[in-house]
């Protein structure tokens, strides 16, 4: 059995038995003022309760994109991994700005990369959403970090991945902004696709085209939290406004009939 947690915005977590397996963990959560304002530092205390969590040690770890929601607190983590560590050059660069030894394997789009002897990861190659006022946020590489901290847009995006995950047989597809390489994705298919929804409507092939194409049983909508709150401990979570949420679930559904759209809240545990 695979446990599968969204952890807040793109972040998942894949507990095999002990060993934990992550994608594009995002735990500092910074306020907006910091985002909008602020040089952007990983919340130190965060990352440590969230390895810990995890009995300090991570097996293995996988970036989408470098945007700051999905790398910023990937340096701060890297120590308790013991694994792999896949992604772009610019995730490459961006931990070797952090004064880490290179070990990324880096990905220009398809490769299939073993993060252990029953887990692999395929990097097809995808596009991100328009979510900052109908375009895409800060694109381009990291290009080196003469200062670090950086400020929001020197976590540019790099090269825009949406992780296959194969684990015994059972395969998860990370979708982690609303946007699609229809050419790159056509071929591969999965039981569990979870999908970004912010910026769905902007992206009309990311809807009515990527669901049809690899066949999922089960839809997951994740990264509709406003990550710049505290997920919090109750029930309920923080969730950015204008989603329509309705209008997703319908045009997916009618994309791809055959598979259930199941929500999760962050932390809560999908099993399969
Ligand atoms: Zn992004």
Redesign the pocket.
């Known amino acids: 059995m695979i446990k599968i947690r969204w952890t807040g915005a793109a972040g998942l977590e894949f507990d095999l038995g002990g060993r934990t397996f992550l994608v594009d963990p995002y735990v500092s959560r910074l306020s907006k003022f910091s985002i909008l304002f602020k040089a952007l530092v990983s919340d130190k205390s965060a990352v440590q309760s969230f390895v810990q969590d995890r009995d300090g040690s991570i097996a293995g770890m996988v970036a989408g994109?470098t945007?700051f929601?999905?790398a910023l607190d990937l340096p701060g983590i890297l120590p308790f991994c013991r694994g792999p560590v896949v992604g772009s050059k610019s995730l490459d660069t961006l931990l070797a700005c952090h004064g880490t030894t290179p070990r990324v394997t880096v990905c220009q789009g398809g490769e299939t990369v073993a993060l252990d002897h029953d887990i692999s990861v395929t990097m097809i190659l995808s596009a991100?959403g328009r979510v900052m006022l109908g375009r895409v946020?800060y694109p381009g590489e990291i290009n080196g970090c003469t200062r670090l901290p950086m400020k929001a847009p020197g976590y540019g995006?790099g090269t825009m991945f949406m992780p296959k995950l194969v684990i015994n047989g059972t395969t998860i597809i990370h979708a982690g902004?609303a946007g699609v390489d229809l050419h790159a994705v056509d071929g591969h298919t999965c039981d569990v696709l979870f999908m970004c929804v912010p910026g769905w409507k902007r992206s009309p092939d990311y809807v009515t085209t990527l669901p049809r194409l690899v066949k999922p049983k089960i839809i997951v909508p994740f990264h509709y939290d406003d990550f710049s709150r505290p997920l919090g401990s109750g029930p309920g979570f923080p969730v950015l406004p204008f989603l329509d949420m309705d209008g997703f679930v319908r045009a997916v559904s009618t994309s791809w009939p055959k598979a259930d759209v199941v929500f999760l809240n962050p932390n809560r545990s999908l099993e399969i």
Request: glycine share 0%; charged share 10%; proline share 12%.
């Open positions: 994109h945007h929601d999905h991100h946020p995006l902004s």
